[in-house]
């Protein structure tokens, strides 16, 4: 989350609950709501690192309020960060662990493994489609992170299936 | 309740080549009115001979077919059709369209085969239509439609003779997202309505449409049971952007 708050910073300084509105509005439904303690950690620790500085605003009848700014290191990192190519996802899926190694130890059965999973992978998709019906047409964001999100459901589907073909 | 359509030790072997080729081993198959069964498996697996024997679009080898409490696998050819015509509508990859008819003409056809009087064809024929956002192409020739267009036209045209069964063999495989979006739509609709769908396909956005999940291995059936319907949680169970 550190570079998502240093990008939203980079267009104006903002407090805490600011940014944890930004990412909402910006993301759309789709976004899990960033939890505010999660954002305050990583703006203590972006201040630690000299990426962003704080500075108290007094308001009248409330604690004073820290609004964060930018400081010329942390748009350097930014800048990084946009500059270079995002790594791939990578392959690291819990399941196919347990598929190669569960039926070594004969508790259980590969085709029934692949069986449960692929169902269970169906109704995460079904939860997509209705959180893809609950959401705006017009908020392209949130459709995006949707489809995409039903994209890799879909690859990891077709690759249970090749699993299927030449573990079983 | 007794089911819409039944299979028993459902075998088809195609003898055409040199080497008998089994595509469908032994198949027992349920489906209880207005179930939505998604039929999955990989290529080869013997999908696609399943729902064709089931449409009566191909022969069985052997085994049994039971449609509406009557056996129809051995029916003569000319029976098994006229029965079709008015249980079962077929939804393909390619819409299979006729080219030279418009878009009203294809869609009332089925149900003028199946026996309804005009006025009933028009009605139904208007309903659907309506139903599918496509009232204002009703005139034009299919070949003037998208593909989007083309398969809200196709599944239309299947509905027509209020099928007992929708079978469908990978209905989104040629659409993008968007048209897909349309097909899911009207397929959740009809299935709400109460219309039994028995689906082969790839795309886990439409199986995770259905109730229920039949999985095809090497002609075999091996798994059969309900997909979870969960109370959607929060998005952040199912996207994580990290």
């Not at chain 1, 409330?62 to 392959?91: A, F, Q, S």
């Not at chain 2, 080869?44 to 191909?58: A, E, I, P, R």
Request: aromatic letters at 4%; proline letters at 4%.
């Amino acid at each position: 989350m550190r570079l998502h708050l240093l990008a939203l910073l980079a267009k104006e300084p903002a407090h805490g609950y600011e940014l944890k509105q930004a990412l909402e509005q910006t993301f759309g439904s789709a976004y899990p709501s960033p939890n505010i303690g999660q954002i305050y950690v990583t703006l203590g620790r972006l201040e630690k690192d000299g990426l962003v500085r704080a500075v108290d605003v007094e308001q009248s009848n409330r604690p004073n309020k820290k609004v964060y700014y930018l400081t010329t290191k942390g748009r350097e990192v930014l800048m990084t960060w946009v500059d270079e190519p995002t790594e791939g996802p990578r392959v690291r899926d819990e399941f196919f662990m347990k598929l190669v190694l569960a039926p070594l130890t004969g508790i259980a059965d590969r085709m029934a493994l692949i069986n449960r999973q692929r169902r269970h992978y169906l109704s995460l998709m079904g939860d997509l489609n209705d959180l893809l019906s609950r959401t705006e047409p017009g908020d392209n964001v949130a459709v995006l992170l949707i489809e995409g999100a039903m994209l890799h459901l879909q690859a990891d589907l077709d690759w249970l299936e090749r699993c299927q073909e030449d573990l079983t | 309740m007794s089911p819409v359509l039944k299979t028993v030790h459902l075998v088809k072997i195609y003898s055409d080549g040199a080497v008998p080729v089994p595509a469908v081993r032994g198949v027992d198959l349920q489906v209880e009115p207005g179930e939505f069964v998604a039929i999955m498996g990989p290529s080869g697996s013997g999908k696609s001979s399943l729902v064709h024997m089931l449409g009566g679009l191909d022969t069985r080898t052997s085994g049994e077919i039971w449609l509406d409490g009557r056996r129809v696998d051995t029916l003569s050819e000319s029976a098994w059709a006229l029965l079709r015509r008015k249980k079962i509508g077929f939804v393909f990859q390619f819409f299979n369209l006729v080219a030279n008819m418009t878009v009203a003409d294809n869609v009332e056809l089925p149900a003028l085969l199946a026996g309804a009087s005009p006025k009933e064809a028009r009605e139904r024929r208007e309903s659907l239509l309506g139903a599918l956002n496509l009232t204002e192409r009703a005139d034009a020739a299919p070949g003037q439609l998208s593909g989007g267009e083309q398969q809200r036209v196709a599944l239309a045209r299947a509905l027509a003779n209020q099928p007992s069964v929708l079978l469908a063999d990978e209905p989104t495989g040629n659409l993008d997202s968007r048209n897909t979006r349309d097909v899911l739509r009207l397929l959740s609709d009809v299935h709400k309505q109460g219309q039994t769908i028995i689906m082969v396909t790839h795309d886990a956005r439409v199986a995770s449409l259905a109730d229920r999940l039949v999985s095809l291995f090497d002609g075999e059936i091996v798994d059969d049971g309900r997909i979870a319907r969960r109370r959607t949680g929060t998005a952040g169970e199912v996207i994580d952007l990290r």
